[in-house]
Structure formats: structure tokens, C-alpha cells
Nanobody, 119 residues
Framework: VQLQASGGGLVQAGGSLRLSCAAS????????MGWYRQTPGRQRELVAT????????????NYADFAKGRFTISRGNARNTVTLQMDNLKPEDTAVYYC?????????WGQGTQVTVSS
């Protein structure tokens, strides 16, 4: 299973970024997908997850408290992509963001994309 993430960058506080991640190598229609983030010296923390299923909009998203009301996770029509729309970004959102997909009892991870929010 391979994951390719994109969309990180530098943005001012209050701005928006959109992260995308595409999975390949196996079918992930029924698999949970999502995003974690990590800053130096800290453990990787959950940002948002979304369940699998054949019908777009039928999945159940789950958000960390800091992401509620600001971030939106969704899956593409092909079901192998996951997108994280981040609005009203804050300097404390600065981190490397990692996408994942849960397949066959384990998580597979993307390469990470840097998000930097300036004050």
C-alpha cells in the first residue's frame, strides 16, 4: 500500500490549506483513512479520521477537539483519496501532517507534508 500526500505549505494565521492523500496498491473502499500530525519532540497526534464505504457521504468523520469547527475531512468519489480542508489556521497547527489508511490490521502512512502557520 502506498500513500502520496500533497498540499502543505506556508500560510498566515487565519488562512486555509487543503491537504490531499491518494492511496494505491490495494483497494481501500472499506478502510478507514485520516490524518495525524507531529511536531518535534512530541508524539504523533490524531487530527481527523473518516470511515470507509461505497457511498460518498455515508462515512463517519471523527475529529480531535482542536480540529472541530475548523477542519473538514472527506473522501473522494474514487474512495481512494482523503482530503483535509483546514480553515482558520493557527500557529499551533504548525506540524508535519501524515495521512494514513488502515488495511489488514495495520496503518500505512504517507510521507508527511509540512504545514507552517505564521503569526
Amino acid at each position: 500500500v502506498q500513500l502520496q500526500a500533497s498540499g502543505g505549505g506556508l500560510v498566515q494565521a487565519g488562512g486555509s490549506l487543503r491537504l490531499s492523500c491518494a492511496a494505491s496498491g490495494t483497494t481501500v473502499i472499506a478502510s478507514d483513512m485520516g490524518w495525524y500530525r507531529q511536531t518535534p519532540g512530541r508524539q504523533r497526534e490524531l487530527v481527523a479520521t473518516i470511515g470507509g464505504g461505497p457511498i460518498r457521504g455515508g462515512e463517519l468523520p471523527n475529529y480531535a477537539d482542536f480540529a472541530k469547527g475548523r477542519f473538514t475531512i472527506s473522501r473522494g468519489n474514487a474512495r481512494n483519496t482523503v482530503t483535509l480542508q483546514m480553515d482558520n489556521l493557527k500557529p499551533e497547527d504548525t506540524a508535519v501532517y501524515y495521512c494514513y489508511v488502515f488495511v489488514d490490521t495495520r496503518n500505512y502512512w504517507g510521507q508527511g507534508t509540512q504545514v507552517t502557520v505564521s503569526s
